[in-house]
């Protein structure tokens, strides 16, 4: 990914609302997977993770005059995800009750062990484009674009990490609860 430039970070202080907004975009289509990314892996869970991402971007817009460079940016856009999501899962964690329905829960922490699995059997940018397609619900053409990749290539990577799952699972047996 090509690096965001001073100009871009310093139109965030902007008097020109175009400006503003034309930067906020290329910060926003950046950073929004990473942001994402964080949120989820606290989370565990899509909705909430988007609505993270969305509070997050708007804690940089509320503080956008402050950032002198990329790298003070991100790490703000990353420890505000962080601190948001634990914040969440406290918040979601006290709000349990036992009119929750147990079973949807039970599914909640099996998809989560899943993910946790699939981590370790595939690599890096196979996990990444599992979750973005299937969790996430993205197109290979919007994960490429993202990743300034062809479709292909995505699809490719994709393909082979499914692959390493069924060759994996296949062997396993499954009891019916």
Do not use: P
Not at 51 to 79: A, C, H, P, Q, W
Not at 96 to 118: A, C, T, V, W
């Amino acid at each position: 990914m090509e690096k965001i430039s001073y100009s871009v970070i310093r139109k965030l202080c902007s008097l020109s609302k175009e400006e503003v907004d034309e930067s906020f975009n290329i910060i926003f289509n950046k950073y929004r997977y990473l942001v994402y990314y964080v949120a989820f892996d606290i989370l565990k869970d899509d909705e909430e993770s988007k609505d993270i991402v969305n509070d997050t971007f708007l804690k940089m817009y509320e503080k956008r005059g402050s950032f002198l460079n990329e790298t003070k940016l991100k790490y703000f856009l990353l420890v505000t995800a962080k601190n948001l999501s634990i914040n969440r899962y406290k918040e979601l964690k006290n709000h349990l009750s036992y009119s929750d329905d147990m079973r949807g829960e039970e599914d909640k922490k099996n998809i989560s062990l899943y993910l946790d699995e699939f981590k370790d059997l595939l690599d890096e940018e196979e996990y990444n484009y599992l979750v973005l397609h299937i969790v996430c619900g993205f197109s290979f053409r919007e994960i490429a674009e993202d990743k300034k990749l062809t479709t292909s290539q995505v699809s490719s990577k994709y393909q082979r990490g499914i692959k390493k799952l069924r060759d994996y699972y296949g062997g396993r047996s499954y009891e019916q609860n």
